[in-house]
């Protein structure tokens, strides 16, 4: 397990509260995936909604991989999900994937989503990922604690004043449209960058890395409005992140957490710190070439 020691970070920069690491990661991979978005819209797959309120199905009929990330929200069918874990879909395949509710004043639609353009913010990533990784140890099963996570999202409608008839995560997003794009706008082109390390002030809240530019730029846009919506949390005094020791200068001792590998029916393998007070998710292929990691805090005690 090598994977943070062949991160280098660039010079920071200040995004209004926020303090920003692009990050070089030096070593290939990616193996041709696309985003989800980019599959949406060349509409080569499809997401439909299942019996269990807790998955739905994922249908792949094009001829490329396709990459979703741990918290990608859609929306539609009877409740707006975020996925529970990276995962990769192959071609010409249907996969049923563990998903968690973020809308849980509604239970009526149709059968299918949309994508919605947001990522889960880091916060409510934290207790996605501390709870999926206790249930994948003990049970083999990722499975959330669903009542954390409409914990929170009610926590974020009610500091952020957010009105919601259906108590759903992407209200808050709508309703700090315009300060979310006053971060947003200042972000600006960077070159080979292919990830980002973030702070708020000398307070770690995440990491997101990829093998190469190329695939980072399919989901920029989503982790930044994701960054500036932690941003502007911690604006309103609210965190749900712990407080750790993590900086650029001790990056590569993330190496050293206790990981575990699992490995998926698509063949790619997955990384999970398990313990303390960092949470990591490493997906890499069966050579172990990198596709994505992430670091976030674990969630603060209130939360869980």
């Not at 249908?59 to 990459?67: A, D, E, M, Q």
């Not at 992140?241 to 699992?262: A, G, H, I, P, Y």
């Amino acid at each position: 397990m090598n994977t943070f020691s062949h991160i280098k970070p660039l010079d920071r920069f200040f995004v209004r509260n926020l303090v920003v690491y692009p990050l070089v990661f030096s070593e290939e991979g990616g193996d041709g995936v696309i985003s989800l978005d980019e599959a949406m819209n060349r509409k080569t797959v499809e997401l439909r909604d299942v019996l269990d309120v807790n998955s739905i199905k994922v249908i792949n009929t094009g001829n490329s991989p396709v990459l979703i990330l741990e918290g990608e929200s859609i929306q539609g069918a009877r409740q707006d999900r975020i996925f529970n874990a990276t995962s990769v879909v192959q071609v010409e395949t249907e996969e049923i994937l563990p998903v968690s509710c973020v809308e849980k004043g509604r239970w009526s639609g149709g059968s299918t989503f949309r994508t919605s353009g947001t990522l889960a913010f880091p916060s409510l990533r934290s207790v996605l990922r501390s709870s999926v990784t206790i249930n994948l140890m003990s049970r083999g099963e990722l499975k959330s604690d669903q009542n954390s996570i409409w914990k929170l999202v009610d926590k974020t409608l009610s500091v952020t004043r957010t009105m919601s008839r259906t108590n759903s995560m992407h209200d808050a997003y709508y309703n700090l449209k315009d300060e979310i794009e006053r971060y947003t706008e200042e972000l600006g082109e960077i070159s080979n960058v292919s990830g980002y390390m973030v702070f708020v002030g000398d307070k770690f809240v995440s990491l997101d890395v990829f093998p190469s530019r190329e695939l980072l730029k399919k989901y920029e846009e989503k982790l930044f409005t994701s960054y500036a919506m932690q941003g502007i949390l911690e604006r309103y005094g609210f965190s749900g992140l712990k407080k750790t020791n993590v900086s650029v200068e001790n990056l590569r001792e993330m190496d050293n957490l206790n990981f575990r590998e699992f490995k998926k029916n698509s063949g790619w393998i997955e990384e999970r710190s398990f313990g303390g007070d960092i949470l990591a998710e490493v997906v890499k292929n069966e050579e172990g070439r990198l596709l994505y990691a992430s670091l976030v805090p674990a969630p603060s005690e209130s939360l869980v």
